[in-house]
């Protein structure tokens, strides 16, 4: 909020509740890749994903073992989904007002499109 001027606009695109809770309900699975994100190297990578309905958290884990050595490194990502209220919420709570939600920034119709909402929200002028 300190980082805008008075009357200045807050833009948001964070993924939908629904996009968050779906990543954290895919069982288990594993693949074998020549290369890929996580190693440059023959590799298997095994991957977990969590939802966790009290904190509405999704956590995606990947184990990926070298095919050569056999060494395992780990990495995970934890995705916080929140609901049109709570966002409302949050900003209030903060001051913004003029709040106001959107299926998401693009025109493009593609799936990363769909997966995101846009929220548009002002800061107020001060003594108003």
Known sequence: NHALSENGILLLEPHSFGVVKNIGQPPPSWCSAKSGLFSEKPHICLDENFWDEQSSTATKRWFIIDASTGDVARYA??????TDKQYRSLLKECSFEAIEFYPS????KGKHQTDLIAI???K???GN
Do not use: F, I
Not at 105 to 108: I, Q, R, T, V, W
């Open 77 to 82: 990502s934890t995705y916080q989904a929140y």
């Open 105 to 108: 920034l693009g025109e493009a």
């Open 120 to 122: 548009v929200a002002r």
């Open 124 to 126: 107020p002028v001060e």
